[in-house]
């Protein structure tokens, strides 16, 4: 027998024992469809793991962009060069596992040395090819292992100009400028700031974000154009987004030849105050338009019209905040001309006993909303160097990825934590965003919530009983108790009283409308504390969450249910004799579920996040 049939016949022995079925791929073939077996006896048997084939590719190239972990690391065992360029594009097997997105195979080459600094035949080097392809967890890992994030191209662009110029995409984009890059540099062959190349492109996305972070607008390129004149010229083209239009309305004041109007309407300072002011405003003209001698159909056309006319004028009085401004100053307004009809209406008509109850529980609310609207809800927020390591440890792991990881925070996502798009911040135990404190609902500032609505609920009870003791004392002189055979007589007391004093009316009806929606909101919130154990986000997204599914039956339960008097004391910490101590989680640190025996989960900062 022949030397190449004793061979032959031993490795069919071999594949025979280990179920391997016989292969004749090449070594090139073997890598692309990670065979490692094929591969580990192709080296064996002499082949140099440094060969090209007929395109000048080499072996980690195709493990590489295939993602070949396992034969990745055994041809780096084997003194494999994993720097070598080559492809039509002179690329290292780096560029190509950036360009297909292969995360774990660029953590595996960046380990293992890997030159991230390295510029293929475009001129490019890997973290502009990660921002032209928008891979925006690959582009977070560069600079977190230390790659330079203003590095510029041959052409002497930077990877936020090839975000700007290829992708209507705001992740990446955003990531760079949130780890520091530079807006204000020039590319070498028309001098375009990342502003420029992003209008040049109508990457209205791109230029929304680099506004928000303070892009100068006056940087002129090669062509004595600033990124600004570039905006207002454009300003009717079919990409235009209107959000843009209105910040470059707001940020007028560039162009000093502009009316005085014009720059008036354009200041973001007077558009905030005025949107702030406008609701007590409103309130206080209704009330006027009420208190006249006018028919009611004349007050009720005049109300109309003062609403309309605001909604023909809200691009020049609102803010673009309007949606977050508005709500909260509708509150803080009616509640100010609430305690002005207070103090001067109502008390001086009621007993002292209840005016004291209604200002001593307006004291509990005034101090809950307080809490709830200025107190840190729970923000995740961490160092620049802590974010480094956060990112590293993470890609290392393999869970660089939406589920664990906010690439807009850069941050690890911790157990039912959620970033809000409005405070631009992830929230540990996120409930939601709440309009009407101005701020969100999270872990620090939820029971501060709940004891608002429930002091909110109180009070307007109290003002509604002083306003029937307002009547009784005011109104019922003017109009006789109902006769004993008028069964229509209530509604129409009723409607009398409401007529009697305009101002009171009005100020009852305010009341009314807080009593509305604080009633549902307040019973929705008790029973996903108490008998859901769930947060509003957890409760409206159930299904998007794999740990309240029961790994073995299917059943939705939430894994943080201790029964419904448990979870009531667990959420207000308050400690009742007889009863388990509150369980006091520092949300922002926990990371992950466990099961345990009984099928229950539990959470566990150290477990493996298969819940999650």
């Not at 209105?246 to 000093?256: C, F, P, Q």
């Not at 419904?564 to 989680?585: A, H, T």
Request: glycine residues 4%; aromatic residues 12%; charged residues 20%.
């Amino acid at each position: 027998m022949s030397v190449e049939q004793l061979f032959c016949s031993i490795l069919f022995q071999r594949r025979n024992m280990t179920g391997h079925k016989l292969s004749n791929m090449n070594i090139f073939e073997a890598t692309r469809e990670g065979d490692l077996v094929r591969c580990q006896e192709l080296v064996e048997a002499g082949i140099d793991v440094n060969i090209r084939d007929d395109d000048s590719v080499t072996l980690m190239h195709w493990a590489a962009i295939n993602n070949r972990l396992e034969i990745m690391k055994y041809y780096i065992s084997k003194g494999i060069r994993i720097d070598e360029p080559g492809g039509v594009l002179q690329a290292t097997p780096l560029h190509w596992a950036i360009r297909d997105n292969r995360l774990m195979a660029v953590v595996l080459l960046v380990q293992n040395g890997a030159d991230s600094t390295f510029v293929d035949s475009e001129g490019l080097s890997c973290i502009h090819v990660a921002a032209r392809f928008a891979h925006t967890h690959i582009i977070a890992y560069l600079v977190a292992t230390g790659v330079d994030i203003n590095v510029i191209d041959r052409a002497g662009l930077t990877a936020l100009m090839h975000c700007a110029l290829k992708h209507m995409s705001l992740d990446p984009a955003r990531l760079l400028i949130k780890f520091g890059a530079a807006t204000s540099i020039q590319e070498f062959y028309g001098g375009n700031t990342a502003m420029h190349c992003a209008i040049l492109s109508k990457n209205h996305v791109v230029v929304n974000l680099l506004i928000n972070s303070g892009a100068s607008l006056d940087i002129p390129n090669d062509k004595n154009e600033t990124a600004f004149q570039l905006l207002w010229d454009c300003r009717s083209a079919p990409w235009y987004d209107v959000c843009v239009l209105k910040k470059l309305e707001e940020i007028n004041g560039y162009d000093k030849n502009l009316p005085l109007l014009e720059r008036i309407k354009a200041n973001d300072k007077i558009k905030y105050w005025s949107t702030i002011a406008t609701p007590a405003v409103l309130y206080y003209f209704i009330g006027v338009i009420l208190e006249t001698r006018l028919v009611y159909v004349s007050k009720l056309t005049a109300i109309i019209t003062v609403i309309f006319l605001l909604f023909l004028s809200r691009r020049v009085l609102f803010t673009r905040n309007f949606s977050s401004d508005f709500p909260l100053s509708v509150y803080f307004s009616t509640k100010f001309w609430l305690y002005v009809t207070w103090f001067l209406w109502i008390t001086p008509r009621i007993s002292f006993l209840l005016s004291l109850t209604n200002v001593s529980l307006s004291g509990i609310l005034c101090y809950n909303f307080y809490k709830s609207w200025k107190s840190d809800p729970g923000y995740i927020i961490t160092s620049r160097e802590e974010k480094f390591v956060t990112v590293i440890e993470l890609a290392e792991k393999g869970m660089l990825i939406p589920r664990f990881f906010c690439c807009t925070c850069l941050v690890r996502k911790p157990v039912r934590s959620k970033h809000c798009s409005d405070c631009d911040c992830c929230v540990a135990k996120f409930d939601h965003h709440c309009p009407w404190v101005g701020n969100c609902i999270g872990a620090n500032n939820h029971r501060y919530f709940v004891g608002f609505l429930s002091m909110a609920l109180i009070v307007s009870v109290l003002y509604i009983a002083g306003i029937v003791a307002y009547w009784n004392e005011v109104c019922t002189g003017k109009y006789p108790s109902k006769s004993a055979n008028d069964t229509a007589m209530p509604i129409i007391l009723f409607s009398k009283y409401m007529v009697c004093d305009p101002w009171v009316s009005w100020a009852l009806v305010n009341v009314m409308i807080h009593t509305v929606w604080v009633i549902p909101l307040f019973v929705c919130q008790l029973y996903q504390i108490s008998c859901l154990a769930m947060t509003t986000n957890e409760h409206m997204n159930l299904y998007r969450y794999k740990h309240f599914q029961d790994p073995k039956t299917g059943e939705i339960r939430s894994p943080f249910s201790r029964g419904r008097l448990q979870n009531l004391i667990d959420f207000s910490r308050i400690r009742i004799p007889g009863c388990n101590p509150p369980d006091e989680k520092n949300w922002k640190n926990l990371f992950t579920l466990e099961c345990n025996e009984s099928n229950s989960f539990l959470v566990n900062p150290h477990s493996h996040p298969q819940y999650v």
